[in-house]
């Protein structure tokens, strides 16, 4: 099977080291993740990609710090407008066809079976971003959507994968980097063994 795990930094592929698998850096951001999504779709022609890095919790999550999660469903959380009344996300606009946003994507491969807990994400421009709405949200990240939206239109099989490393909070606190960088490398390899013993869909 051919896997390829994308990481948006060389930091958080850093504890990650196996020999069966491609490895790539995409950079950080939705733009450079859907362009280099669809660059490894083109030139790799991986069986399985996943996108593999860490991100925030949300106050009310049953995740903690450390804790990786499966993403299962992915929002354009900040992708809208600010008035004076406040934020509208773009997909509760009344908008013609051409211009609407998807509410959420989904994650089509999962099925339970997984060795990992499901999650949902927002994905943002702007992280720590007080305005968005995170209600039913575990996780927060900034490219989770745009991979998702390329893997779907190229029906390609794909997962993401997310330790969480930090509070989203604007309050000053600490980050554990170094930790949860190590819990992601641990969970990869869990779901890559996973994926290898249970063979081609």
Known sequence: MKITVLF?????????????????????????????????????????LILAGIA???PGSSFALGDSVLVAREHEADLGFCTRSGFTQLADLQLDMEFSAPREYLCPWLDGSEP?????SNSVNAALAPFIRTAGVDVE???GAAFFRVCQQEGQRFFELRTISNRVTLDDEPWD?????????????????????????
């Open 8 to 48: 948006p930094t060389a930091t958080e592929a850093r504890f990650f080291q196996r020999s069966d698998v491609q490895v790539q850096v995409s950079g950080i951001g939705m733009a450079q993740t859907a362009a280099a999504t669809m660059k490894l779709l083109l030139t790799a022609r991986p069986d399985v």
């Open 56 to 58: 925030g919790v949300y």
């Open 116 to 120: 990992l807990p499901h999650g949902s």
């Open 141 to 143: 990240n900034m490219e």
């Open 177 to 201: 980097m170094d930790g949860s960088i190590r819990n992601l490398a641990r969970a990869l390899d869990q779901l890559i063994d996973w994926l290898q013993s249970a063979g081609p869909v």
